[in-house]
């Protein structure tokens, strides 16, 4: 069943989300080229999908790409736990990595995976979002490489969901309660 959740026009269009993912990527590409390494790309499961395949078919530089499942939202807010579903299957130890999330928030998933991949040795560990909402920070988190800064609201669309449902959407809208 679908969530009673109101939707009006898009807040970040497909268009813009298109070009701002090339810029992205474009930028990625300049930073990594010059290492020689391959990039291992971890996206956090499942919001990331949309992004980080559109953001893969404009890398450049060689990469290896594996996926991790974590939650710390419920519904339409934190719970302040972190919780691992799905972790890394490839070594990553020595190499370059970058966590492509869909959004950081209130800062705690970002930072709890940025600490787990730490943990694994890698040569860096950078850290790419399509979304930022600062205001709603609870935890200090650098992010890389950033698509959009948002307002402390709860979107969905292009991946991010509201109970699973919605990622479907072409573009991201915010989301009010009916």
Not at 42 to 48: D, H, M, S, Y
Not at 64 to 77: E, N, T
């Given at each position: 069943?679908?969530?009673?959740?109101?939707?009006?026009?898009?807040?970040?269009?497909?268009?813009?989300?298109?070009?701002?993912?090339?810029?992205?990527?474009?930028?990625?590409?300049?930073?990594?080229?010059?290492?020689?390494?391959?990039?291992?790309?971890?996206?956090?499961?499942?919001?990331?999908?949309?992004?980080?395949?559109?953001?893969?078919?404009?890398?450049?530089?060689?990469?290896?790409?594996?996926?991790?499942?974590?939650?710390?939202?419920?519904?339409?807010?934190?719970?302040?736990?972190?919780?691992l579903h799905k972790d890394i299957t490839?070594?990553?130890?020595?190499?370059?990595?970058?966590?492509?999330?869909?959004?950081?928030d209130t800062g705690l998933t970002a930072?709890?995976?940025?600490?787990?991949?730490?943990?694994?040795?890698?040569?860096?560990?950078?850290?790419?979002?399509?979304?930022?909402?600062?205001?709603?920070?609870?935890?200090?988190?650098?992010?890389?490489?950033?698509?959009?800064?948002?307002?402390?609201?709860?979107?969905?669309?292009?991946?991010?969901?509201?109970?699973?449902?919605?990622?479907?959407?072409?573009?991201?809208?915010?989301?009010?309660?009916?």
């Amino acid at each position: 069943m679908t969530p009673a959740i109101k939707i009006g026009e898009p807040f970040i269009t497909a268009d813009a989300i298109r070009l701002r993912v090339k810029e992205m990527a474009l930028q990625i590409n300049q930073d990594y080229t010059p290492t020689g390494r391959a990039l291992s790309v971890i996206i956090v499961l499942k919001g990331a999908c949309f992004f980080a395949i559109d953001l893969l078919r404009h890398l450049t530089v060689s990469t290896r790409l594996d996926f991790l499942q974590a939650s710390s939202y419920s519904g339409m807010g934190s719970t302040g736990e972190v919780h691992l579903h799905k972790d890394i299957t490839m070594p990553i130890a020595g190499t370059d990595v970058l966590l492509v999330e869909d959004i950081v928030d209130t800062g705690l998933t970002a930072s709890w995976l940025l600490q787990h991949l730490s943990s694994h040795s890698p040569a860096s560990v950078r850290l790419c979002s399509l979304l930022d909402k600062p205001r709603g920070r609870r935890i200090p988190v650098k992010i890389d490489y950033v698509g959009f800064v948002i307002p402390d609201e709860f979107v969905l669309g292009y991946g991010l969901d509201y109970d699973e449902a919605y990622r479907n959407l072409p573009a991201i809208y915010v989301a009010k309660p009916y």
